[in-house]
């Protein structure tokens, strides 16, 4: 995991999970706001969930070695203190 870490640009991923969440919120907002999202930035792929640890667990299910981008959906990033997780 330390390399992982260390190999890692988190302003990154920071920065395409803003994006690709600007391009999904449509099928989320505001039906599930409060609920979470973690965005695997390199392929896209969104894993829903009601709890932010539920989003991680089910995104680590496919990318066990990555780092993921999550939001509260309905909020602004700055409420959200946007998280991100690393892989174990």
């Known amino acids: 995991m330390d390399d992982l870490i260390k190999n890692v640009d988190i302003e990154k991923i920071a920065k395409e999970g ?4 600007e391009q999904v919120k449509d099928k989320y907002e505001p039906k599930y706001n409060g609920k979470f999202l973690a965005i695997e930035i ?3 792929d969104v894993f829903f969930a009601e709890t932010s640890a539920d989003a991680v667990v089910l995104a680590r299910k496919k ?3 990555k780092i993921f981008y999550v939001v509260k959906i ?3 990033a700055a409420e959200t203190l946007a998280q991100m997780f690393f892989a174990r």
């Not at 803003?18 to 969440?21: E, F, L, M, T």
């Open 18 to 21: 803003a994006k690709i969440y």
């Open 42 to 44: 390199g392929s896209k």
């Open 63 to 65: 990318y066990s070695k």
């Open 74 to 76: 309905g909020f602004e």
